[in-house]
């Protein structure tokens, strides 16, 4: 009984250890970024950098993280929280995104109850949307510094309506917030994990 415990406390700590990268941490930074620069421009490049940078997440984790911490199966049941999880995340991402594009097109032709209500609070609304997805990430992966992305997408938000902030602005500070982290998070993760002289792995499936 306590080798199974053991195996089991292993097997949990090798599977955060695997995603203590930060490479979900700069993309969803990346893709909050993306989302404020293309507020603050009306630029439709930058509308593309808000959810691009998804297509990244596993080749940046075949090249940075299975070199360095080598190719782990998860059990299935981990697989699939990983799956579900990431698949939350990314609709919602692309859901807020779209929805936003949507209420910026046709904004005029609310009643200006609901439109002066929504210029208000609309990044509130995304954010609390993001923070629905992070909170399940985290709810179904274990990772629990999730919650506290989930806690900053609310938080920003509101400070930057209570403080008057222009939305872009608090966007953007937001995303850099989660950036920064993610980017913290991989320079220690490499520094810790250097790669070893040994045979290239297999990549993620």
Known sequence: MSTDNELKKLGRKTYLGYHQDGIIDIILGLCTLGFGIRMATDSVVFMFFSWL????????????????????RFTSDRRTAIIFSITLIVGLVLLVFFFGLYVF??????????????????????????????FGAALFTGIRRFYGYAL?????????????IPEPI???????????IGTWMLYRFVSTHPIAAKEQPDVIE
């Open 170 to 180: 608090f966007v953007i500070i937001l995303g850099t917030i989660v950036f920064l």
């Open 152 to 164: 900053l997408f609310i938080i920003v938000p509101m400070f930057g309506i209570w403080l008057r």
């Open 105 to 134: 097109n046709s904004s005029d032709g609310l009643p200006p109850v609901f439109d002066d209500l929504l210029a208000k609070y609309l990044m509130l609304f995304f954010g609390g949307m993001v923070a629905i997805g992070l």
């Open 53 to 72: 940078p998804i297509l990244f997440y596993l080749p940046l984790k075949n090249r940075i993280t299975v070199p360095r911490y080598g190719y782990v």
